[in-house]
């Protein structure tokens, strides 16, 4: 299996996009976003300062890009086109050429993700509708977003791909993990050592649109000891040492999609409290899973924990909602939180990942990636889950 | 010296940010961009979905954060008050809550650097002015970049030790790069000992806002043989072969700030036509150095520059402006750019790059930071620049 979209896929995405386009009467779609410029053709245009951006008219697609990326997408493919500028600035804005190129090709309604390149880097430019006229704009910033969320079977088996290198990624990280050693060495070695296998196990059936040194990852977040107490810690330098508790995260990338593994370990034998929160946090990713089938509301299952930590007098050392949406950004919407009230359907790709914060003491979470399917749920990630297996020896 | 802003220098951070309310009538500056939050504070919060802000009002400083960060704000300080909101989407949106802040607060006139989170991830949510009024917010999306085009004395020295730490991380991927070895590897192993070496040698002193598993870095950004001649190519997995052209990067972060460095590399014995390709990339930078001097525009630079590709009839090989600023970003405005008017001052730091790039055969480019000095400039990256010192030994 090659490691990425098919072009068959590509056509769907871009007929499901052509179709949205019809009903809303438009004669083509300027995309801005590097996400939603992928999905229609399974390219991967970096922000800078320098604009990009494609144009889709329900046949054609047209790239959109500074002289510097052009023999980079001819090398590429997946677009019809390509039209440059210079530079940015430049002597002439390109969004002042994008907009000629758009007038010359008699498109009198135009929709886009946004009104104008979104920016990067100090980018500063006008908007499209300065040029093409309010009128001749529509802002659809969610529509590709909107048809993203449910994922197809091709997108799910990248999921799949990215679980699998990061469980190996994960596997290196608990190997390597004893106390008095440092993190970044610990992670930078298990990224590079599951990359490694990863790269030579799949050879050139690997793809990654972005770009990546060490695709597969693995690592601490910051969250060693008593900072395992903050979810977004972020650290550098850290030793492991005997009693602590570690909140890992890993992935890989994988032909443009990604997936979420996070463990809570425990170095040497675990204390009473710690195994009591430990359980606690699984437990409540088991409410959250059980909770999960097509139909119920992204809240229901959020509410289903909230009364979970409730009832175990937990709500103190409750920090976050239960998950998100994941696939091609490692965080998607819709949130598993009770205020987003959108329903649940197969195909949806989601973090479940309670956790418990204990100030000055420690953090305990688990993330898995998990698919909704028909009859409920699936985890695609299958790392273990289980106090024992999580356990680093002492020395 | 510790790797981090000053007391101080926040201060007088503020100062100037204070001024310019004044200036402009404000009571209050509401900022959304992490670079703009760090300027004020020296602390750096994550864009995430979930949104995250800061309140100044010319006196105090007020974070606004998810429930999940409030302890990690507390611990890393910076600033003098933190307002949380729950979670987000949540039953009540953040951005009400803010705007409930700021009017519990009597500010009548607010600035803002985006109106309303720009969002990230997914997030959805009205501007702040759909609460406050439309009159009441001015949107100042440049002003902190402004104040911080012109990089402090601070500035400056965190600068140079990113400078230091790069070229020690530019050195092992040059120790390491040998026909027939694995780019990632090489670069991840470069990597990790420069980041270790650093840690090592500053200890506590070391700061990273952003977080960082190896702080030091090096790499070959997919340039590499015939793909050097792509400026932005992304790969993952190429091996170095005798005869190879490669172009580099190397950077590490320190308090916040960056720096860049870049070379090119030849594998063995370089051909007569790379080394009139490298001369002549080596005498465009000189082109450039002679040209940076306060007064000048960062046109004025590009045009000399892009004249000297003229007269040496190497257009065909010119992708890209001469250069860019930066210090907190990789890349900053102004640009070094003919179509960029802004004038050069001492205390701007910019990148000279210009690059030679010929299809199917090969890319050559060396980056400097250099700092505009009262005299003319001054290169802060201090590899070495001369191609007998960038040969790669034939194995």
Same mark, same amino acid.
């Given at each position: 299996m090659k490691l990425r979209l098919s072009e068959e896929e590509l056509c769907n995405h871009r007929d499901a996009v052509r179709k949205k386009l019809e009903e809303k009467g438009l004669d083509a779609l300027c995309l801005f976003s590097p996400r939603d410029i992928f999905y229609l053709t399974g390219l991967y245009l970096i922000q800078t300062e320098r604009p990009v951006g494609l144009l889709y008219d329900g046949t054609n697609t047209t790239a959109f890009v500074p002289t510097l990326e052009v023999e980079h997408v001819e090398k590429l493919g997946g677009v019809h086109e390509i039209i440059s500028y $210079? $530079?940015? %600035?430049? $002597?002439?804005?390109p969004m002042e050429i994008l907009a000629e190129t758009i007038e010359d090709r008699s498109i009198a309604k135009l929709g886009v993700d946004s009104d104008g390149y979104p920016g990067a880097y100090g980018y500063e430019g006008p908007s499209l509708s300065e040029f093409l006229g309010d009128g001749n704009v529509e802002e659809l910033p969610r529509m590709i977003e909107g048809i993203m969320q449910v994922k197809t079977d091709e997108e799910v088996e990248l999921i799949k791909e990215s679980c699998r290198w990061g469980n190996l990624a994960h596997r290196y990280l608990q190997d390597y993990t004893e106390p008095g050693k440092a993190e970044n060495e610990i992670s930078t070695m298990a990224s590079l050592d599951a990359s490694r296998s990863m790269l030579k196990t799949v050879g050139d059936d690997y793809y990654s649109p972005k770009g990546a040194t060490t695709p597969a990852t693995a690592g601490f977040r910051g969250q /060693?000891?008593?900072?395992?107490? /903050? %979810?977004h810690a972020l650290t550098t330098n850290e030793t492991i040492d005997e009693g602590d508790v570690l909140v890992t995260g890993a992935s890989a990338k994988v032909g443009g999609y990604v997936s979420e593994l996070e463990r809570t370990m425990i170095v040497g034998e675990p204390w009473k409290k710690q195994v009591q929160f430990f359980e606690s946090m699984v437990k409540a990713g088991e409410v959250a899973m059980e909770a /999960? $089938? %097509?139909?119920?509301s992204f809240a229901d299952v959020d509410r289903k924990v909230r009364a979970f930590y409730k009832k175990n007098d937990l709500m103190d050392y409750w920090r976050h909602h239960t998950g998100h949406s994941i696939g091609f950004a490692g965080h998607e919407a819709p949130y598993l939180d009770r205020g987003d009230d959108r329903k649940l359907e197969p195909g949806m790709v989601v973090t479940v990942e309670p956790g418990i914060y204990v100030p000055d003491f420690a953090g305990f979470r688990h993330s898995d990636t998990v698919l909704v399917t028909e009859g409920g749920s699936e985890r695609l990630t299958y790392y273990p889950r289980d106090l024992e297996s999580l356990v680093i020896p002492s020395r």
């Open positions: $210079e $530079e940015y %600035p430049g $002597e002439k804005h /060693i000891g008593k900072g395992s107490a /903050i %979810p /999960i $089938e %097509p139909g119920a």
